[in-house]
């Protein structure tokens, strides 16, 4: 491939929609041209707005409002008929809503003592094996999953143990649900401390420090063997870990990137190729990202145990949208390259990435 302008893939800003109160996430809706806003009116309450894309404009079909600012939200919980949305409050509320009729949640749980920060949800949409299950992170400084199921009572409970100092979560994602059994959760929390849960064995696998604030992890798939990991932090630098070889006492190989100056606070893997991912960045700045294989993925350690060899990462193309931190990103599971994004410039863009196919 040559490497000319022609080739490179291009982030072209189709529809954008200036929103009149503070945008904390957005997400396309499966299977459906519409998409969600969810954040805080000036009086302090939450809004959900479902919009949906017609050409070259978005039309606001319903707009909902909260007793509580909403902060983030996930699908990945319910089946693609029922296309529930489940969303984390400034209240530790955990709500499950019908977008058909969503006056009263399905399911609604007082989850934390303080603002949930972040959510991710498996095991429906037909992404992963196991129960559908969701994932909250909050300020309080636990984690904890949820069966939509099982009333009031989370299914496991990440916490400080006693003594340790609680930490703000910041960022939780699913992984390895590539069985009935096997599942993780990955958190990362203020202080730099990125954990690993192991759903399975109820313990923690594995845990490193990046020395800044952990904004967002994720995995490049949710269902399959770990992979990939990439976590971003803020100074604008992030990591992306092997997770295919876990050595005894190094852990998963890594590579970094400083990607900027400032804080990054989103990355999104391309759902249809998990080796290109996307960044949003606190300069307004989107960058895309692929990831390359090195020649061989482990190798033997002096004493033969194996290790993993991380790889190396190019910048495919980068734009800047605002002068406001994007701090919400979305891929549409359907179409490829469809993207969503948020800014705290109370704007919500459309882009579609062209030439992905050719990277």
Not at 46 to 53: A, M, N, S
Not at 64 to 70: N, R, S, V, Y
Not at 73 to 91: E, I, K, M, N, V
């Amino acid at each position: 491939m040559s490497s000319g302008g022609t080739e490179r893939p291009q982030l072209v800003a189709h529809v954008q929609q200036a929103l009149s109160y503070t945008l904390f996430d957005c997400k396309w809706v499966p299977r459906s041209a519409r998409l969600l806003c969810l954040g805080s009116a000036a009086r302090g309450t939450g809004l959900l707005q479902l919009y949906e894309l017609r050409g070259g404009r978005l039309a606001l079909l319903r707009e909902i409002e909260k007793a509580k600012p909403i902060k983030c939200g996930t699908f990945g919980a319910t089946s693609l008929q029922q296309r529930y949305l489940a969303t984390g409050d400034f209240g530790g509320n955990l709500n499950i809503w019908n977008l058909e009729a969503p006056e009263i949640p399905v399911y609604s749980v007082k989850g934390h003592k303080e603002i949930i920060n972040s959510i991710d949800g498996v095991g429906g949409l037909g992404i992963g094996e196991g129960a559908p299950e969701i994932v909250t992170g909050s300020r309080d400084g636990t984690v904890k999953v949820w069966d939509p199921r099982q009333k009031d009572t989370p299914v496991a409970n990440m916490e400080p143990v006693q003594g340790e100092s609680k930490r703000d979560c910041w960022t939780v994602a699913f992984g390895n649900a590539y069985n009935q059994e096997e599942r993780v959760v990955c958190a990362g929390y203020d202080n730099g401390d990125i954990k690993l849960f192991d759903l399975k064995t109820m313990s923690l696998r594995w845990e490193t420090n990046i020395k800044n604030g952990v904004c967002s992890v994720e995995f490049d798939r949710k269902d399959v063997n770990m992979n990939k990991l990439v976590a971003t932090s803020l100074e604008g630098k992030f990591h992306v870990f092997d997770m295919r070889t876990q050595h005894p006492t190094k852990g998963f190989a890594s590579v970094s990137e400083k990607a900027q100056k400032s804080t990054i606070w989103q990355v999104r893997h391309l759902p249809q190729n998990r080796d290109i991912f996307m960044t949003s960045g606190g300069a307004g700045s989107l960058h895309l990202w692929k990831y390359e294989y090195p020649a061989q993925r482990s190798k033997k350690d002096s004493e033969g145990a194996e290790m993993g060899v991380a790889g190396s990462v190019s910048l495919l193309q980068n734009v800047t949208l605002s002068t406001q931190p994007i701090s919400s990103l979305d891929w549409s599971p359907d179409k490829k390259g469809l993207c969503v994004c948020g800014a705290f410039d109370q704007t919500v863009r459309v882009l579609i990435v062209t030439k992905l196919n050719k990277v």
